[in-house]
């Protein structure tokens, strides 16, 4: 398995000036962007939804490429939602799923069949033109240029250890630099789009 | 007045929303808006994206919002129950001034009704603090102007709860 930041560090390399929904991955996320204004960095607002709001963003900008990162938990909670990516079928949609196994917020609880569950399959099944999916990060590295240099949708599952949290949320440390208001302002004046 | 002209058609829904801009709509079909969904697809100002649960057009109508589109949420009302938290979520934390189009499924004008759906629609509009219009024929359908125009005002969603349905099937 692969750790998530070392996961992320190589798909940094082909961001460009691609949106990038970090999903609830930002604390990794925020080390390695290059491009702040241009991170939908608004945390988990609710958890299931992350895809949408990926691919939301890719019909409105089909002149950008969008990166997701999302989580097998928000997927088991919305898998219907790969059926309505793929059949809109955003060719500029990058949809990386960071599989733990485990709902890592509250303290490594274990998602439904965690370890037998094969997600790319499922969004092959839904209708998603390319899947791959990797548990070696070189094997993940190795693919990647390949991955990102054809069109979308694609989507790449990679299983990660994981990083569990059990600390109370209000103990946390608080990664976060600008607040879910900020960050909305921020993308959308970055796009030049109005208020 | 006969039953047609009382009706709510679907042509003034449409034009509503072109007056308005609307670019996507969000939608998972409720009992009779096939002849709304008909007029839609074929109209190519109107990009349809089809969810098959709706607190999914939350997420998808906000990313549409941050990119700079202007998506409508079209559902009925027991969808809209479920999503719940969705609604919350990426629509009002984000401040997303979107309209949701509720079908009104179980309302009836004399407030007698059997369907527990209708029963619970306004309360759980009130208890988020959404601000909604009722609209049940053509006669209403300068409360559709009054929702969007007070959806980008306030930079809040807002819903219209269409109490009469679109009578696509009966025409």
């Known amino acids: ?195 | 007045m006969s039953e047609a002209a009382a009706a709510l058609s679907p042509e003034t829904v449409l034009a509503e929303m072109k007056r308005h801009g609307v670019t996507h709509v969000v939608y998972l079909p409720d009992s009779e808006t096939n002849w709304l969904y008909l007029l839609m697809k074929a109209d190519p100002a109107i990009h349809l994206v089809g969810v098959g649960r709706e607190g999914n057009a939350c997420s998808i109508a906000a990313g549409l919002w941050l990119g700079g589109a202007k998506p409508v949420v079209l559902i009925q009302n027991t969808g809209m129950l479920e999503a719940g938290d969705s609604i919350r979520g990426w629509l009002m934390s984000l401040n997303v001034p979107v309209v949701l189009m509720v079908g009104y499924r179980g309302w009836t004008r004399h407030g007698v009704t059997t369907d527990t759906v209708a029963t619970y629609t306004e309360r759980f509009l009130m208890a988020f603090g959404l601000n909604y219009y009722l609209v049940e024929n053509d006669a209403d359908s300068s409360r559709i102007s009054v929702a969007f125009e007070e959806a980008e005002r306030t930079q809040r969603p807002v819903v219209i709860l269409v109490g009469d349905e679109y009578h696509g099937f009966n025409r």
Not at chain 1, 109 to 133: L, W
């Open chain 1, 1 to 195: 398995m692969m750790h998530t930041a070392d996961m992320m560090k190589a798909v940094a390399q082909f961001r460009g000036d691609a949106i990038l929904v970090p999903g609830r991955s930002g604390r990794y996320w925020i080390n390695l962007s290059d491009n702040q204004r241009l991170d939908v960095e608004v945390g988990d607002p609710a958890m299931g939804g992350h895809a949408g709001l990926g691919l939301g963003l890719a019909l409105a900008r089909p002149d950008k490429k969008v990166m997701l990162f999302d989580s097998e938990g928000d997927i088991l909670m919305s898998l219907g939602m790969l059926a309505t990516v793929a059949e809109q079928s955003p060719k500029n949609l990058y949809h990386f799923l960071i599989d733990n196994g485990v709902y890592a917020t509250t303290g490594g609880q274990p998602v439904p069949n965690a370890d037998n569950i094969a997600y790319d399959v499922i969004a092959r099944g839904c209708g998603y033109p390319r899947t791959f999916a990797f548990t070696e990060i070189g094997d993940f590295e190795r693919e990647l240029p390949g991955i990102m240099a054809a069109p979308g949708p694609v989507f790449v599952a990679c299983k990660v250890v994981p990083e569990i949290e059990n600390e109370p949320i209000s103990r946390r440390r608080r990664w976060q630099t600008r607040t879910r208001e900020e960050v909305v302002r921020d993308f959308r004046a970055e796009l030049g789009v109005a208020k």
